[in-house]
Nanobody
C-alpha cells in the first residue's frame, strides 16, 4: 500500500508561483511513476504532469508545458510540482497519483494505482 499526502496549495495572484509537494509512504517510492492531475469545478479530472522512475523521464500536458515542472526526490519519498506563471484557468484541486509497474510516465488516470486527497489551488485574476 502507498499513501500520498499533498501540500502546498493556496491562493495566488495570476502570474505568481506555487510549489506543490506529495509525500509518499512505503519503501517502494523509487520504483513508482508519479503523476499530478487536477480537477476544476464542473470539469473532469485532467492530466497535468508525470515523472517516471529510473531515468526520471517527464511528460506534461500541453496546457502547462513551459510553466510547470515536475520533479522527485527518492530519498525524501516526495514528488513536487513547481507551478510558475499561474493563470486563473489553473484553478483546481490538484491530486498526486502513483503507478506501479512500468517506468514510462503516462497521462491516463486509470493506469494509476494510488491517489492522494488533493490540495486546492486558486489563482485570482
Amino acid at each position: 500500500q502507498v499513501q500520498l499526502v499533498e501540500s502546498g496549495g493556496g491562493l495566488v495572484q495570476a502570474g505568481g508561483s506555487l510549489r506543490l509537494s506529495c509525500a509518499a509512504s512505503g519503501r517502494t517510492f523509487s520504483t513508482k511513476t508519479m503523476g499530478w492531475f487536477r480537477q476544476a469545478p464542473g470539469k473532469e479530472r485532467e492530466f497535468v504532469a508525470a515523472i517516471g522512475w529510473s531515468r526520471g523521464s517527464t511528460y506534461y500536458a500541453d496546457s502547462v508545458k513551459g510553466r510547470f515542472t515536475i520533479s522527485r526526490d527518492d530519498v525524501k519519498n516526495t514528488v513536487y510540482l513547481q507551478m510558475n506563471s499561474l493563470k486563473p484557468e489553473d484553478t483546481a484541486v490538484y491530486y498526486c497519483a502513483a503507478r506501479e509497474g512500468p517506468t514510462t510516465p503516462v497521462a491516463s488516470d486509470y493506469l494509476y494505482n494510488y491517489w492522494g486527497q488533493g490540495t486546492q489551488v486558486t489563482v485570482s485574476s
